[in-house]
């Protein structure tokens, strides 16, 4: 999912999310303070306070306004007159995007500090993962068509794309090399679904 930037017209809650949302794509929650985004925007750190009255509360709105981004991909992509298996292209481009834009995925960062995060951020992200239900559904309804060919349940096929495209982002983030991750997720749901990865 491409991030959104801001016009230089956007109020200040929606430039302070903005930001810190690229921060925590690229240096985790824990590698970022209210200063550094305070600096970024040419405000005072006060002003952040008022709007987000501590850290944990910025991560909670962060970790919703991208969920809500997220589902509304995934709503875009079921209403195409696609083939599951396009619709499951679709997906692994979501996460295409956003590693293009050399971030990660921003719950995946999070989830990699998971111990650390307050409770109702790691519940947040917890949930971010429901679209598990998604991918489920698209893999049932593919294997219905007969253009999906799964060798488990659609429950667990679901689970490993979902974390092979999280790990694979990982990796190729740290060779600096989307292709790397382009080529996991296409042999990821060749392997998942039986079909032969389109490339």
């Not at 999912?1 to 949302?21: F, K, S």
């Not at 429950?155 to 495209?165: M, N």
């Not at 983030?173 to 032969?196: I, K, M, N, Y």
């Amino acid at each position: 999912m491409a991030p959104i930037d801001a016009p230089p017209t956007a109020d200040t809650r929606t430039r302070i999310l903005d930001v810190a949302e690229r921060l925590v794509q690229t240096r985790g929650f824990n590698g970022f303070s209210y200063a550094d985004v305070a600096a970024e925007l040419g405000i005072a750190t006060p002003s952040l306070h008022y709007h987000f009255a501590t850290k944990a509360d910025l991560g909670e709105a962060l970790i919703r306004r991208y969920a809500a981004r997220f589902a509304a991909a995934l709503v875009s992509i079921a209403d195409r007159p696609d083939d599951s298996r396009r619709m499951l292209d679709a997906y692994v481009a979501l996460y295409t995007d956003v590693l293009r834009d050399q971030r990660m995925c921003l719950c995946g960062m999070l989830a990699a500090e998971y111990p650390t995060l307050p409770a109702p951020m790691r519940t947040a992200v917890t949930a971010f993962y429901d679209n598990e239900a998604w991918l489920e559904q698209v893999l049932d309804a593919g294997r219905e068509q007969g253009v999906l060919r799964l060798t488990g349940p659609s429950d667990e096929a679901a689970r490993i794309i979902v974390g092979g495209l999280e790990g694979a982002m990982l990796v190729a983030r740290s060779h600096g090399d989307p292709v790397r991750f382009e080529t996991a997720a296409g042999r990821l749901l060749a392997d998942v679904t039986g079909v032969a990865s389109q490339g």
